[in-house]
């Protein structure tokens, strides 16, 4: 998956009023809390992407 992967995600799988995933909720009509394993999924990997650059490797 690539970093554009990782910003759809994060982009669709927003915090409702509800305290809710939107992108579950509407994707896969499922109540699950916010943050879901998708956005901890997609931050994880650019958390780990900007860790590589910023040490000089290839990331």
Same mark, same amino acid.
């Not at 896969?28 to 994880?44: D, F, G, K, M, N």
């Given at each position: 998956?690539?970093?554009?992967?990782?910003?759809?995600?994060?982009?669709?799988?927003? $915090?409702?009023?509800?305290?809710?995933?939107?992108?579950? &909720?509407?994707?896969?009509? &499922?109540?699950? $809390?916010? $943050?879901?394993?998708?956005?901890?999924?997609?931050?994880?990997?650019?958390? &780990?992407?900007?860790?590589?650059?910023?040490?000089?490797?290839?990331?």
């Amino acid at each position: 998956m690539s970093n554009d992967d990782e910003r759809r995600i994060l982009a669709a799988h927003l $915090p409702g009023t509800d305290g809710l995933c939107t992108g579950c &909720r509407a994707w896969w009509a &499922r109540l699950t $809390p916010y $943050p879901c394993w998708q956005v901890e999924w997609a931050t994880s990997r650019q958390a &780990r992407h900007l860790t590589v650059t910023v040490l000089g490797g290839q990331g």
